[in-house]
């Protein structure tokens, strides 16, 4: 049974779960200051995406293919869409009007990322992007793929009950971020090296200030 706990016009972006997955200072300032800027990464991605999107791909024999389908999960709070979801024949599937047989949701993500920070942040999308998928359709999701187009590369996603239990997390992190408005400060890590946001943050200089400030303030406080 599925358990209604957002309002329709409470529920957030299933793309902001890959930002708040890689840093949520990062996916404060794309969703609560409205930031945003592409690094060769992320323009890479877009292409694969309007790619998707245009319908510039392969079906395979034996699935049916949906592109841009638009997801939700009430139970989540989380809207957004997928940009393939192909439905491969499953004695374990689900019925699809205008279709025998049963059917399985399998969905793929494009995206383009050497990094493993940004890649496992990719599977949290893609995972929530299956949650969804069960509460909308029934059934169940059990893997998925990101697709790097550039490299004609498809790598598999097995949706773990861990990776469940990340992806709900963090979609209930979102929200209580969300509520709060609040941008934190930036902590300087590897990951900074390849966010597209490096240049609006300032990780190391900040990282510095609010070091000193954090010094200053326990030594204050000790005395
Ligand atoms: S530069 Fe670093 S601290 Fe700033 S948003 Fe990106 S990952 Fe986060």
Redesign the pocket.
Known sequence: MTLVSYAESDLLPISGLQHLA??E??WA?VQIESIWADNRFTAEGNALHERAHSGEIESRPGALIRRTLLLHSLRLGLTGQADIVEFQPSAAGIRLAGHRGLWTAFPIEYKRSRDKAASKAFHVQLCAQALCLEEMLGGSVLTGAIYDGTARRRQSVEFTPELRARTEALAARMHLLFGLRSTPP????K??KS?S??ED?H?QALSRQSSVAEYLKSALNTR
Do not use: D, K, M
Not at 186 to 189: D, K
């Open positions: 890689f840093c200072r990062r300032l930036p902590v300087f890590t990951a900074c966010c946001l490096v943050c990780p």
